[in-house]
């Protein structure tokens, strides 16, 4: 009998359902967190599931309009945190001045943050829209999750298409991306080139944080277009 990852995944969710009280998603308004937060609902219920944002910069259009998405859809309650990646930039001074009030914020790393996150709501299970076929940055968190419990991750086996296919299937509205690139928001040179283009207000407000973010937009101006990641 062949596989089917949407009933095996479906039946994993089911039984930490039954585990579990409630269930915190951590959802970014990408396409495999959307698949994760619909999936959670199902097995759950409304009112057992809770989410995580991790904001890059708070209150980017872009980011709004999928967590209002998900409150509206799923009328769950969003905790928002600043993002690891965030800490880490303002600490590294990337794209903008270092600051010794800057070099005092926590060196944290991706689990340091969620465990914080579930102390503060008092959750005892989590879950993450990990792929063992995303790329290597995302896959590396693999190594790190593979002694933990307290994390599901029901699309573990799933590839792109079959995320999509869920999407499509479950009437979920793909979110804004970059090419073939992921939803999130960051400093990369791709995403910083996306919010550029296609949400200048966004990318303004990034550039508050970020003053020296625009050195990517001019270097394709006067040098033409690079492909640094």
């Not at 479906?10 to 396409?31: C, N, P, T």
């Not at 495999?32 to 989410?51: H, Q």
């Not at 010794?100 to 503060?120: I, N, Q, T």
């Not at 073939?180 to 040179?189: D, P, V």
Request: contains cysteine; proline residues 5%.
């Amino acid at each position: 009998m062949a596989r089917n990852v949407f009933t095996e995944a479906a039946d994993r969710m089911q039984r930490y359902a039954e585990q579990h009280e409630r269930i915190l998603v951590f959802y970014s308004g990408g396409k495999d967190s959307l698949c994760t937060l619909d999936m959670a609902i199902k097995a759950f219920g409304r009112d057992r599931v809770e989410c995580c944002f991790q904001y890059f910069v708070p209150g980017m259009q872009v980011a709004e309009k999928q967590l209002e998405y998900a409150r509206e859809r799923y009328g769950v309650k969003i905790h928002e945190f600043p993002h690891f990646a965030l800490i880490a930039c303002l600490r590294e001074g990337t794209y903008c001045d270092s600051h010794y009030s800057y070099a005092e914020l926590p060196d944290m790393g991706p689990f340091d943050l969620s465990d914080m996150v579930m102390r503060k709501t008092g959750h005892t299970l989590c879950a993450m829209g990990l792929k063992k076929s995303d790329g290597a940055a995302r896959r590396k968190l693999l190594f790190y999750i593979r002694d933990r419990d307290n994390i599901a991750m029901p699309l573990l086996e799933w590839n792109k298409l079959e995320v999509l296919a869920y999407l499509k299937v479950n009437n979920i509205p793909r979110p804004p991306t970059y090419g073939s690139q992921t939803t999130g928001i960051g400093i990369t040179t791709p995403s910083l080139r996306w919010l550029h283009s296609d949400f200048p207000d966004d990318f303004k407000k990034l550039c508050r944080w970020f003053p020296y973010a625009p050195s990517v937009i001019y270097r394709d101006k006067w040098y033409g277009i690079s492909t640094e990641e």
